[in-house]
């Protein structure tokens, strides 16, 4: 037998994903060139090997990869619990997973009474006028500060129209989506890209405008903090709403 993949998620669900003696997470955040890493294990309390830690003639077999049977800690608990196989007896390792287990859902329980997170707008920071943008430098930065977009464009368009508006719209996105981690080359890459969708844009008689609404998060268990949100709108070079 083995642990299922249905054991393995109530284990880990249950632990919090914390090891079971000291409590520290159990997996490292990814990095900017690799990928997350787990540094925790699925433990057997009673070992299914006749020569291996807590091993228990009289343990249904059966039960080997139960739930019941499996702790979650890091590799170092991991590594003591069967070399202290006197001291990490079966009764004191499931007493602790039942501590540990509680632990958990107490925590969980508090944080359930945390106000859930939410973006607040004030209605005096909403931007009532666009500025004009036609340099792709400005835009891509004025996007790379913002967490959150606003778009606005005219609904009458044509196919080549509507390709061409949904290209720069999704360029200017992706672009700033990236610019915390791009290289330098690649900002100069994305500059000159958007530079000239401007310009694209400008030849089929469309401009523009834009502004940055400072928003609120509210909620959570950190402090309130700024999100800012950029209002692009692409309107076409005769629109009665354009002030000179």
Same mark, same amino acid.
């Given at each position: 037998? /083995? ?6 998620? @109530? ?12 409590? !520290? ?40 990869? /139960? ?40 925590? @969980? ?14 209605? %005096?920071?909403?931007?009532?006028? @666009? ?5 792709? !430098? ?8 913002? #967490? ?37 080359? %690649? ?9 000239? %969708? ?25 402090? %309130? ?6 209002? #692009? ?12």
């Amino acid at each position: 037998m /083995s642990v299922t993949d249905k054991t393995r998620k @109530l284990i880990w669900v249950k632990t919090g994903n914390r090891c079971a003696i000291c409590r !520290q997470k159990l997996t490292i955040d990814e990095t900017s060139k690799d990928s997350d890493s787990v540094v925790g294990d699925e433990c057997h309390i009673v070992s299914e090997s006749e020569n291996g830690p807590r091993f228990d003639k009289s343990y249904p077999e059966e039960r080997i990869d /139960s739930k019941e049977n499996l702790i979650v800690l890091c590799k170092t608990h991991h590594k003591m619990i069967d070399d202290q196989v006197d001291t990490y007896t079966t009764e004191v390792l499931r007493a602790i997973k039942k501590n540990h287990e509680k632990w958990v859902e107490t925590k @969980l329980s508090q944080n359930e009474k945390i106000k859930p997170v939410r973006i607040v707008r004030h209605k %005096n920071k909403i931007p009532k006028k @666009l500025s004009r943008v036609t340099d792709g !430098q400005e835009l891509f930065n004025i996007t790379s500060s913002c #967490l959150s977009y606003y778009h606005d464009f005219p609904d009458n368009l044509s196919t080549e129209e509507a390709e061409l508006i949904g290209s720069f719209l999704q360029n200017v996105t992706d672009w700033a989506d990236l610019s915390d981690a791009i290289e330098p080359i %690649n900002k100069v890459r994305a500059v000159k890209s958007i530079s000239d %969708n401007l310009d694209r844009l400008q030849d089929y008689g469309f401009l523009v405008f834009i502004a940055v609404e400072e928003q609120k998060i509210e909620g959570g268990m950190g402090p %309130n903090s700024t999100w800012n949100a950029l209002h #692009l709108s692409i309107v076409q070079d005769d629109d009665p709403r354009i002030q000179k």
